[in-house]
């Protein structure tokens, strides 16, 4: 695998009593051509839909209060934002004009789900040619519906590798953007600034490989702390090994725990509600000779605790259920396959009805 996902991770002991009062939640799903999918979990069934009004979602992100939710569709970079309580578009628009395009990478959302923070860069349409603009970082406001401040990055964070875009996160603070890469970069949220550079590349993290974070739609999700599964090298004898990473938002903070040898690749860490427990998708091998496993974590502890084959498709995405107690595999698809958590089984297959574009949004009920 050669990225690292990080995903938020806390305690908090209230979210564990919350559900288990009342297990189950709802799902959310973006499809073609311009849908938004509603989801029991109790029942395992549609309930609902959101119509899109500008195109093909892409995208599915949660504001920290989990009241709003913002897609991002296709086709002219549109951005629309949803309320969960209605389930209605309260607004929308488009980035795209007549003579430039946006094409959006990473995105984060401010505290209060105001500005949306995010790596794009544009193609620009002359009488003779077209002019790609190199990779920056602006700042949508949301109840403006436009692009406020576009900002160039500093010289350290200029695309290498052929990884045009860095993930971004939000301090708490609102005053800092974290720019996650194979280091983790701190740039002030006005000027856009390099401050600070959390260097990965030390003897404590050899070989440290890209660094990114999820797209904003883990419901248990801790805005101080992120959690999550990450590569890099061994000191002793230069091999790859993964392990479980955690980074404190607020002191900048990092630290890990190696837990095995490096895998084929792995899919981001989900966790159950109380935030015990953490699962993923793991890989080994490659084409037709390919083994797609489920991987649990005493996050505890950071300890691979068990693990469990299943028949994985071509191409799919992943995620836990709001109860914790179904994994999810979807995309590429019309199908959701549902294993129980418990045991690594088949519990049961949902048709979509529609080509499943985005990833997945579960919340508590």
Do not use: C
């Not at 559900?19 to 999918?37: E, F, N, R």
């Not at 904003?216 to 990450?230: K, R, S």
């Not at 993964?242 to 966790?271: C, E, W, Y």
């Not at 068990?306 to 590429?332: C, H, M, Q, W």
């Amino acid at each position: 695998m050669r990225t690292l996902l990080l995903l938020a991770v806390g305690a908090a002991a209230w979210a564990h009593a919350a559900w288990a009062q009342k297990p189950g939640g709802t799902l959310y799903l973006g499809s073609w051509p311009a849908t938004v999918h509603i989801f029991d979990e109790a029942q395992q069934k549609a309930v609902g839909k959101i119509d899109l009004k500008t195109g093909v979602p892409r995208s599915l992100m949660l504001s920290n209060d989990r009241k709003l939710m913002v897609a991002t569709t296709t086709k002219d970079s549109g951005i629309e934002v949803i309320d969960l309580a209605s389930r209605q578009v309260t607004s929308h628009f488009v980035l795209n004009t007549e003579t430039r395009k946006y094409r959006l990478g990473g995105m984060a959302l401010n505290a209060d789900a105001t500005l949306l923070y995010a790596n794009l860069y544009s193609v620009t349409k002359k009488i003779d040619r077209f002019e790609v603009d190199k990779n920056r970082v602006a700042v949508i406001d949301l109840a403006a519906r436009k692009i406020v401040r576009e900002h160039d990055l500093p010289k350290e964070l200029e695309p290498n590798a052929g990884a045009r875009f860095g993930a971004l996160r939000v301090a708490p603070d609102g005053k800092h953007i974290y720019y996650f890469r194979e280091n983790i970069f701190v740039l002030d949220a006005t000027t856009f600034k390099l401050v600070d550079t959390i260097d990965l590349s030390k003897p404590v993290f050899p070989g440290m490989e890209r660094v990114f974070v999820g797209f904003g739609d883990d419901p248990h999700e801790d805005p101080n702390t992120l959690l999550g599964i990450f590569n890099t090298t061994d000191p002793h004898v230069h091999r790859r090994v993964f392990g479980i990473a955690r980074f404190d938002l607020n002191k900048r903070s990092f630290d890990f725990k190696p837990v095995a040898p490096a895998t084929t690749g792995m899919m981001g860490l989900h966790m159950t509600p109380d935030r015990m427990k953490g699962y993923t998708v793991a890989f080994n091998g490659d084409g037709a000779n390919r083994r797609s496993e489920f991987w649990e974590f005493d996050l505890t502890s950071r300890e691979l605790k068990r693990k469990a084959e299943f028949a994985g498709r071509t191409r799919f995405n992943f995620t836990i259920s709001p109860s914790g107690r179904d994994l999810y595999v979807f995309g590429a698809g019309f199908e959701i396959e549902v294993f129980d958590a418990a045991t690594f089984q088949p519990r049961r297959t949902i048709d979509v009805g529609a080509d499943i574009t985005t990833n997945m949004v579960a919340l508590p009920r």
